[in-house]
């Protein structure tokens, strides 16, 4: 029964999801290139109703020194909730959490990003996430290849991220907060799409292989998507006109 109402609550019977969506439709998305002064590059998402900003600084000295490469710069993030971002004030300490998805993202970024010519620097991504709803890995990912493009950091191709999931025994693309809660699955994913390359891809929950299969493909035409908007954003900064699906 209790399988039953949950199916009833985040996919009724037309097969349109708690918030309206189809299976295969993303949250509204808006991406900005630029906006703070004071960075090198900086990008604004609002991926449904998570709102991030990130600022990039680099390549710049290290400090202290003996943390630099000599043979390359290193990459640096920082992922941060801000207190108000979550309908409970959420300590301003790092958490564990915020921890490991700086890890995540850093790692994500790294296949993209070509620091081999700036050897002792150090690249630094200050991620704040101002509002969370779900998906805050994947809406910051994106927004950070964006602000490291608007940088100027050599870049191999930019990391799209979009999430899949299993909700009420279904693969549907970009999990929100109430299916990540209550849903059966949720697989974050971030893909290089020139590359064709996966940097990202977790999973949290269980699928069948051919669900896990199904997962991945609707992952990435949610990154597909993603993709043409932060190319749209840089454009437009630089060209002109609007940044939103």
Known sequence: MG????ELVLLDENGIRCDGRKVDEPRRIMIKAGG???????????????KILVGVFGPRDVHPK???NTDTGILRVRYHMEPFSVSER?????????IEISKVIKEALQPAVILDKFPRTAVDVFIEVLQADGGTRCAALSAASVALAD????MRDMVAACAAGKVADTVVLD??????????????I???PNLKKITLLQLDGVLTPEEYKKCIETGIIGCKIVYDLQKKALHDKYFGSGGEQ
Do not use: C, T, W
């Open 3 to 6: 399988g039953r109402e949950s």
């Open 36 to 50: 703070l002064k004071n960075a090198d590059g900086s990008a604004y998402i609002e991926f449904g109703d998570n």
């Open 66 to 68: 003996h943390m630099s």
């Open 90 to 98: 959420k300590n301003p300490a790092p958490s564990r959490r915020e």
């Open 151 to 154: 940088a100027g950091i050599p």
């Open 175 to 188: 999990v929100n907060n109430e299916e990540d809660q209550a849903g059966q699955a949720d697989m974050p």
């Open 190 to 192: 971030g893909y290089m």
